[in-house]
């Protein structure tokens, strides 16, 4: 248990829609990273938030945003879903500034787009 | 190039066995290593981190990392049914704002 947690666990959408995914960082962690990992793939970067402002951004269109709350949870929205956005969306938490860079990951946002 | 690569397997060892697992990267900028665990269908769990060249052990877990080669292991000595899982190496740049750049697994399997 990393102590972060992620909701929905499974949804179903299709083409077109708008999805939003949340997450509560570890306790003290200030710092939330979203990847996505597509089925036989590592997790890919989308962003991550540090004291409510994007601090970095991997190759993920605008359609996918954020928000990080004064609580340091965090939104993961996307926009006009494509089938390709199928795929498990993961949280991780972490602390800035230690020599540690270690991402605790929530158990993560299962998306299927039909 | 992707900025991180392994061997995506399957690799299958008996148990008790050592499993060896490799990873390489392109970023010579690259800082701290990890190697993290994902059992089918969860989340990936950290198992190892390293920062220095050398070697740095865990229980029966092993990180090697040298970096003037780029590359990054992972020993599993006596390997045990519930190590099978997939192996994911990722690897962090600190000037891309805490980003990991993953690889995309090596599949082990321990057969009993």
């Known amino acids: 248990e990393t102590g972060v947690t992620q909701s929905p666990t499974h949804l179903i959408k299709t083409r077109g829609q708008q999805v939003t995914l949340r997450c509560s960082s570890q306790?003290?962690?200030?710092?939330v990273s979203w990847y996505q990992q597509a089925l036989g793939q590592g997790p890919q970067f989308i962003f991550q938030y540090y004291r409510e402002e994007e601090n970095g951004r991997g190759n993920f269109p605008p359609r996918f945003s954020g928000l990080q709350f004064p609580n340091y949870s965090s939104e993961l929205n996307v926009n006009a879903l494509e089938l390709d956005d199928s795929a498990l969306y993961l949280c991780?938490?972490?602390?800035?500034?230690?020599?540690?860079?270690?991402?605790?990951f929530g158990e993560g946002s299962r998306l299927t787009v039909l | 190039q992707k900025e991180v690569e392994q061997n995506s397997g399957p690799l299958s060892v008996p148990e008790g066995a050592i499993a060896s697992l490799n990873c390489t990267y392109s970023d010579r900028g690259s800082q701290s290593f990890f190697w993290y665990r994902q059992y089918s269908g969860k989340s990936p769990e950290l198992i190892m981190s390293?920062?220095?060249?050398g070697d740095k052990e865990d229980g029966r877990f092993t990180a090697q990392l040298n970096k003037a080669s780029q590359y990054v292991s992972l020993l599993i000595r006596d390997s045990q049914p519930s190590d099978s899982a997939t192996y994911l190496c990722?690897?962090?740049?600190?000037?891309?704002?805490?980003?990991?750049?993953f690889g995309t697994g090596t599949s082990l399997t321990v057969i009993p």
């Open positions: 990722a690897v962090n740049t600190w000037n891309t704002g805490n980003q990991f750049y």
């Open positions: 390293i920062y220095s060249n």
């Open positions: 306790s003290g962690h200030n710092t």
């Open positions: 991780a938490s972490s602390l800035p500034g230690t020599n540690t860079g270690e991402l605790f």
